[in-house]
């Protein structure tokens, strides 16, 4: 425990490799996850984070590699013999108990004595704040009282790392956002390592501190939510993570690429000349002008409105470009320029809002 | 803090992933192994027994000799005439019971799943009551209602048309296996037109069918698992059935059953007797196979 | 999708109504007509001849039903409690594991259960002539406890599956996450869940032993009955009073099983409501 990197590092994965069968669920993958650090592993189904976190919990062995939890090897070890603790997709909570001895079971199997399980879990059921239920069984519980459930009987055990699956998949919309923020909060206020897996890009962005993206069992990104939403490392971070449009197009220089049409268009990248990439553009970056005004700064395409789509906080036009289209959103702002179908555009961006994305 | 001791483990390994791989099944191995080990020992050798004797041949003394092989079993059962009346009764009352099963219990279980369900529960408990109520004990109650000067007799008597011989007939027969049997239509029948989204009838009316027509094209067929499933668990026992032929039935009126039991525990043709239980149980299996086939699940 | 299927109407409702009042009556009445028939003064069974509790008393003082109900009674313990333990065994490898030879065991264990008991008796008895011979075993309390185990194994195991099937998997993992240790986790998360199935289970391995003719006759030796094949035994000599009496000893006895095991089977509903 001396030296740096494990001090700080809650988890470290180093070429974690998970198949079932012939099927490669996780495909040799980097992490390190710090102490006290919101993290979300993001993707979409069966793209192996729900594998990621199982392997942490210890209730999937890795096929091969070194899986860490500060700094001590426990890639053998069984769930029972890790300092983490899980909240389960859906729960998971025992039927046959009530609120308290759901809470208190993972102190009594740990041999802590009768009262003092009893106690901690009472205060670990009030930092829930869902004192008074204790009696009751889960199944007499609304969703989000389960959930504060299982939070406090994972919590209650002072985990290092804590995990949770998809914790908030089950709830509705204005109670998933409640318990977002308490989430945080509760990070915050216990300073443990938050691990959530997640397959909304929104909650994610969110809630976390850092986000690892994956597909394929492959890691493709990891950064902090602004990085990977204004940076994507590649096409499919570009597209998984918000809304975006994708030109297709080649690198002529670091400073230009050419679109599929033949337009040339001004784009940082440190790309060879010649290799296929797509401008990631977001629907806010671009804004909308009659054709013929002077663009001073970025570039420009010229297109047609197809459809306007009033959302009411902004309007949503689809411009028709000739050979595709792409999708532009203005605030609705009382002073802009409303446009309606058929009318005649320029669609106009600055060179920093676009990023230039490898497939 | 957590109790818990400060364990380290070790890099995980392909070779360690197999090995607890193989740990797990051996686990689950060990946990079947006593039923396993047991049916094997009572059930599966018991069943090489019967077909071993099947071919055997019966001795002078009513013992049995293993070492002739022969099929004169299996001959004797397209040659004797008693065993093609008796194949032929025993098929055509389980057939009768199966039938009769059915069109009572159809109606009962569609009528059973209308009802709201607090009274659809309560209805339940009192068919699995029977159900689960002693066999011979029900099979034994129709002997006393039918026999001579009993209260079936007295009731026909009272109302002047005479005693009437009831008991050791087939009707006797269907009447104690339709009896012993209906519960084993009705719970499959329930269990599947419960299921069934009672909209699909409302649409079926909606779209001009009558009555008989959305039962003819949307209950029955959705229903049919359960049917087939009811018409499987009664049709199996009814052809196998000893116990109610035995008590209700007659010389004249022998089964199956009775007629396997005979060549055990009196005619002391053991081989015969083998070769007779072998064909009931190809028969059971056949119907059954066809049914998982046909892609059911609830027996 | 559990609503009720459309309502039928005026006069198609009332003849439903009408047969389903029938069948209970078909049900019901020839066990009620016994029972009244039990503590009937008349030597001829099926006629009233005055109340009396005759009967009782003579099956009190017959030995030969004591030793059989006595039998009866020992075997049903035995074999239940052998094939609770192998059953739940099965039901939980079956359930949980993957394993050599499991399809085989899976078609092995369906088997007990679809075969109809006359075969199922000739097998059993050809098997025990033979192991008698060779191993010295007496036909009786050994034969007829080895041979229910044989058929209840498969039935405790399917009830018991049900419920295994029916029980979220993660609460295994939940409690393992939570330290217990493999064993910790069964008897403290799976154990409690699965044991309504178990005696439901339970009750129907006692209900099928106590109930079983067929079987029992084939393989019991000289002098050895249990009730169920001493009543038949008697019956088949021609009915007396007697019979009438100890039936519905059998019948409360059945009554008595389905009694307990709708209420397990009330807690089983209860508890898989979440």
Same mark, same amino acid.
């Given at each position: 425990?001396?030296?740096?990197?494990?001090?700080?590092?809650?988890?470290?994965?180093?070429?974690?490799?998970?198949?079932? #069968?012939?099927?490669?669920?996780?495909?040799?993958?980097?992490?390190?996850?710090?102490?006290?650090?919101?993290?979300?592993?993001?993707?979409?189904?069966?793209?192996?984070?729900?594998?990621?976190?199982?392997?942490?919990?210890?209730?999937?062995?890795?096929?091969?590699?070194?899986?860490?939890?500060?700094?001590?090897?426990?890639?053998?070890?069984?769930?029972?013999?890790?300092?983490?603790?899980?909240?389960?997709?859906?729960?998971?909570?025992?039927?046959?108990?009530?609120?308290?001895?759901?809470?208190?079971?993972?102190?009594?199997?740990?041999?802590? #004595?009768?009262?003092?399980?009893?106690?901690?879990?009472?205060?670990?059921?009030?930092?829930?704040?869902?004192?008074?239920?204790?009696?009751?069984?889960?199944?007499?519980?609304?969703?989000?009282?389960?959930?504060?459930?299982?939070?406090?009987?994972?919590?209650?055990?002072?985990?290092?790392?804590?995990?949770?699956?998809?914790?908030?998949?089950?709830?509705?919309?204005?109670?998933?956002?409640?318990?977002?923020?308490?989430?945080?909060?509760?990070?915050?206020?216990?300073?443990?390592?938050?691990?959530?897996?997640?397959?909304?890009?929104?909650?994610?962005?969110?809630?976390? #501190?850092?986000?690892?993206?994956?597909?394929?069992?492959?890691?493709?990104?990891?950064?902090?939510?602004?990085?990977?939403?204004?940076?994507?490392?590649?096409?499919?971070?570009?597209?998984?993570?918000?809304?975006?449009?994708?030109?297709?197009?080649?690198?002529?220089?670091?400073?230009?690429?050419?679109?599929?049409?033949?337009?040339?268009?001004?784009?940082?990248?440190?790309?060879?000349?010649?290799?296929?990439?797509?401008?990631?553009?977001?629907?806010?970056?671009?804004?909308?002008?009659?054709?013929?005004?002077?663009?001073?700064?970025?570039?420009?395409?010229?297109?047609?409105?197809?459809?306007?789509?009033?959302?009411?906080?902004?309007?949503?036009?689809?411009?028709?470009?000739?050979?595709?289209?792409?999708?532009?959103? #203005?605030?609705?702002?009382?002073?802009?320029?409303?446009?309606?179908?058929?009318?005649?555009?320029?669609?106009?961006?600055?060179?920093?809002?676009?990023?230039?994305?490898?497939? | 803090?957590?109790?818990?001791?400060?364990?380290?483990?070790?890099?995980?390994?392909?070779?360690?992933?197999?090995?607890?791989?193989?740990?797990?099944?051996?686990?689950?191995?060990?946990?079947?192994?006593?039923?396993?080990?047991?049916?094997?020992?009572?059930?599966?050798?018991?069943?090489?027994?019967?077909?071993?004797?099947?071919?055997?041949?019966?001795?002078?003394?009513?013992?049995?000799?293993?070492?002739?092989?022969?099929?004169?079993?299996?001959?004797?059962?397209?040659?004797?005439?008693?065993?093609?009346?008796?194949?032929?009764?025993?098929?055509?009352?389980?057939?009768?019971?199966?039938?009769?099963?059915?069109?009572?219990?159809?109606?009962?279980?569609?009528?059973?799943?209308?009802?709201?369900?607090?009274?659809?529960?309560?209805?339940?408990?009192?068919?699995?009551?029977?159900?689960?109520?002693?066999?011979?004990?029900?099979?034994?109650?129709?002997?006393?209602?039918?026999?001579?000067?009993?209260?079936?007799?007295?009731?026909?008597?009272?109302?002047?048309?005479?005693?009437?011989?009831?008991?050791?007939?087939?009707?006797?027969?269907?009447?104690?296996?339709?009896?012993?049997?209906?519960?084993?239509?009705?719970?499959?029948?329930?269990?599947?037109?419960?299921?069934?989204?009672?909209?699909?009838?409302?649409?079926?009316?909606?779209?001009?069918?009558?009555?008989?027509?959305?039962?003819?094209?949307?209950?029955?067929?959705?229903?049919?698992?359960?049917?087939?499933?009811?018409?499987?668990?009664?049709?199996?026992?009814?052809?196998?059935?000893?116990?109610?032929?035995?008590?209700?039935?007659?010389?004249?009126?022998?089964?199956?059953?009775?007629?396997?039991?005979?060549?055990?525990?009196?005619?002391?043709?053991?081989?015969?007797?083998?070769?007779?239980?072998?064909?009931?149980?190809?028969?059971?299996?056949?119907?059954?196979?066809?049914?998982?086939?046909?892609?059911?699940?609830?027996? | 999708?559990?609503?009720?299927?459309?309502?039928?109407?005026?006069?198609?409702?009332?003849?439903?109504?009408?047969?389903?009042?029938?069948?209970?009556?078909?049900?019901?009445?020839?066990?009620?007509?016994?029972?009244?028939?039990?503590?009937?003064?008349?030597?001829?069974?099926?006629?009233?001849?005055?109340?009396?509790?005759?009967?009782?008393?003579?099956?009190?003082?017959?030995?030969?039903?004591?030793?059989?109900?006595?039998?009866?009674?020992?075997?049903?313990?035995?074999?239940?409690?052998?094939?609770?333990?192998?059953?739940?065994?099965?039901?939980?490898?079956?359930?949980?594991?993957?394993?050599?030879?499991?399809?085989?065991?899976?078609?092995?264990?369906?088997?007990?259960?679809?075969?109809?008991?006359?075969?199922?008796?000739?097998?059993?008895?050809?098997?025990?002539?033979?192991?008698?011979?060779?191993?010295?075993?007496?036909?009786?309390?050994?034969?007829?406890?080895?041979?229910?185990?044989?058929?209840?194994?498969?039935?405790?195991?399917?009830?018991?599956?049900?419920?295994?099937?029916?029980?979220?998997?993660?609460?295994?993992?939940?409690?393992?996450?939570?330290?217990?240790?493999?064993?910790?986790?069964?008897?403290?998360?799976?154990?409690?869940?699965?044991?309504?199935?178990?005696?439901?289970?339970?009750?129907?391995?006692?209900?099928?032993?106590?109930?079983?003719?067929?079987?029992?006759?084939?393989?019991?030796?000289?002098?050895?009955?249990?009730?169920?094949?001493?009543?038949?035994?008697?019956?088949?000599?021609?009915?007396?009073?007697?019979?009438?009496?100890?039936?519905?000893?059998?019948?409360?006895?059945?009554?008595?099983?389905?009694?307990?095991?709708?209420?397990?089977?009330?807690?089983?509903?209860?508890?898989?409501?979440?």
């Amino acid at each position: 425990m001396s030296d740096v990197t494990t001090g700080s590092a809650a988890v470290e994965l180093r070429n974690v490799t998970k198949r079932f #069968d012939e099927v490669v669920a996780v495909d040799a993958i980097d992490l390190t996850i710090a102490d006290g650090e919101f993290f979300a592993l993001l993707g979409p189904s069966g793209c192996g984070k729900t594998t990621t976190l199982r392997m942490i919990a210890g209730l999937e062995f890795p096929t091969e590699g070194s899986l860490k939890i500060f700094g001590d090897e426990v890639g053998t070890l069984p769930p029972n013999k890790r300092p983490v603790n899980t909240v389960f997709q859906n729960y998971a909570l025992f039927p046959h108990m009530n609120v308290l001895d759901n809470v208190a079971f993972g102190l009594k199997m740990q041999g802590v #004595d009768k009262h003092e399980a009893r106690s901690r879990a009472q205060e670990s059921i009030g930092l829930v704040q869902l004192g008074g239920m204790e009696k009751r069984r889960p199944s007499q519980l609304s969703g989000g009282q389960q959930q504060r459930v299982a939070l406090a009987r994972a919590l209650v055990n002072e985990p290092k790392v804590l995990l949770l699956d998809e914790p908030l998949g089950a709830l509705d919309l204005k109670l998933r956002q409640e318990m977002q923020s308490e989430l945080k909060s509760l990070q915050q206020e216990l300073g443990v390592s938050f691990v959530f897996v997640t397959h909304d890009q929104e909650e994610a962005l969110t809630m976390s #501190d850092r986000i690892a993206v994956m597909d394929k069992g492959e890691l493709l990104q990891v950064g902090s939510p602004e990085q990977i939403y204004e940076h994507p490392a590649n096409r499919f971070v570009a597209d998984f993570i918000g809304q975006t449009n994708l030109l297709e197009g080649t690198v002529a220089d670091h400073e230009t690429v050419v679109l599929s049409n033949g337009t040339r268009i001004a784009a940082h990248s440190d790309l060879a000349a010649g290799s296929a990439v797509a401008l990631s553009l977001r629907p806010e970056r671009a804004s909308l002008h009659s054709r013929g005004q002077d663009v001073t700064d970025g570039a420009n395409v010229d297109g047609v409105v197809a459809r306007v789509t009033y959302l009411g906080n902004a309007l949503v036009y689809i411009v028709n470009l000739d050979w595709m289209e792409i999708e532009v959103r #203005d605030e609705n702002n009382p002073g802009a320029d409303r446009f309606h179908e058929g009318d005649e555009v320029s669609v106009l961006w600055s060179t920093e809002s676009v990023s230039v994305v490898t497939n | 803090m957590t109790t818990l001791d400060h364990v380290v483990g070790e890099v995980a390994t392909p070779e360690f992933e197999h090995a607890n791989e193989q740990l797990k099944r051996r686990r689950g191995f060990l946990m079947a192994l006593p039923a396993y080990a047991y049916l094997v020992v009572f059930f599966a050798l018991p069943l090489v027994f019967v077909v071993i004797y099947s071919f055997a041949t019966r001795n002078r003394f009513g013992g049995t000799d293993l070492a002739g092989w022969n099929l004169d079993s299996y001959q004797r059962l397209f040659t004797d005439d008693l065993v093609g009346t008796i194949l032929a009764r025993s098929l055509w009352l389980a057939l009768l019971t199966t039938v009769i099963c059915l069109v009572i219990a159809y109606p009962f279980a569609y009528y059973m799943s209308t009802r709201p369900e607090s009274v659809r529960n309560l209805m339940l408990v009192f068919v699995m009551i029977p159900f689960w109520t002693n066999f011979l004990v029900r099979n034994y109650a129709w002997r006393v209602i039918l026999g001579t000067d009993g209260p079936l007799s007295q009731t026909t008597e009272f109302l002047g048309l005479g005693p009437q011989k009831y008991l050791f007939t087939s009707t006797a027969i269907v009447l104690g296996m339709v009896y012993g049997f209906l519960p084993f239509m009705v719970l499959p029948l329930y269990a599947a037109i419960e299921r069934i989204d009672h909209g699909l009838l409302e649409a079926a009316r909606d779209l001009y069918g009558t009555g008989v027509q959305s039962f003819r094209h949307v209950l029955l067929p959705l229903s049919m698992p359960g049917v087939i499933a009811g018409s499987i668990l009664v049709f199996v026992p009814s052809l196998g059935a000893y116990v109610t032929p035995e008590i209700l039935g007659g010389a004249k009126t022998k089964l199956l059953g009775s007629h396997i039991v005979t060549q055990f525990l009196e005619a002391r043709n053991w081989p015969f007797g083998a070769a007779l239980s072998f064909v009931l149980m190809a028969v059971m299996l056949a119907t059954t196979i066809i049914y998982f086939r046909k892609g059911g699940r609830t027996l | 999708m559990s609503g009720t299927v459309a309502e039928p109407k005026g006069a198609t409702k009332r003849t439903l109504q009408g047969l389903s009042g029938l069948v209970y009556f078909f049900f019901y009445a020839p066990i009620i007509l016994l029972v009244i028939f039990s503590f009937s003064d008349n030597r001829n069974v099926g006629v009233w001849g005055g109340f009396t509790l005759d009967w009782y008393r003579e099956f009190g003082e017959s030995s030969g039903t004591q030793d059989a109900l006595w039998n009866s009674v020992q075997i049903g313990l035995v074999s239940t409690a052998v094939s609770v333990v192998l059953g739940t065994l099965a039901a939980l490898a079956l359930e949980r594991f993957t394993f050599r030879g499991k399809q085989v065991f899976d078609a092995l264990l369906y088997l007990p259960i679809i075969i109809p008991d006359v075969t199922m008796a000739v097998m059993l008895l050809l098997f025990f002539a033979q192991i008698a011979e060779w191993f010295g075993i007496t036909k009786g309390f050994a034969t007829i406890t080895l041979s229910h185990i044989a058929f209840s194994i498969s039935f405790v195991s399917i009830v018991v599956r049900a419920r295994l099937a029916g029980m979220d998997d993660k609460l295994e993992e939940a409690a393992m996450d939570l330290y217990a240790t493999r064993w910790m986790a069964f008897r403290h998360v799976t154990l409690p869940l699965i044991m309504p199935g178990i005696l439901g289970g339970a009750l129907l391995a006692m209900t099928l032993s106590l109930d079983d003719v067929v079987i029992t006759q084939f393989v019991t030796g000289p002098g050895w009955n249990t009730l169920p094949v001493f009543v038949f035994g008697l019956i088949r000599r021609g009915v007396t009073p007697l019979i009438n009496a100890v039936s519905v000893v059998m019948l409360v006895a059945s009554m008595g099983l389905v009694a307990l095991s709708l209420i397990t089977d009330r807690a089983r509903s209860s508890d898989s409501a979440t």
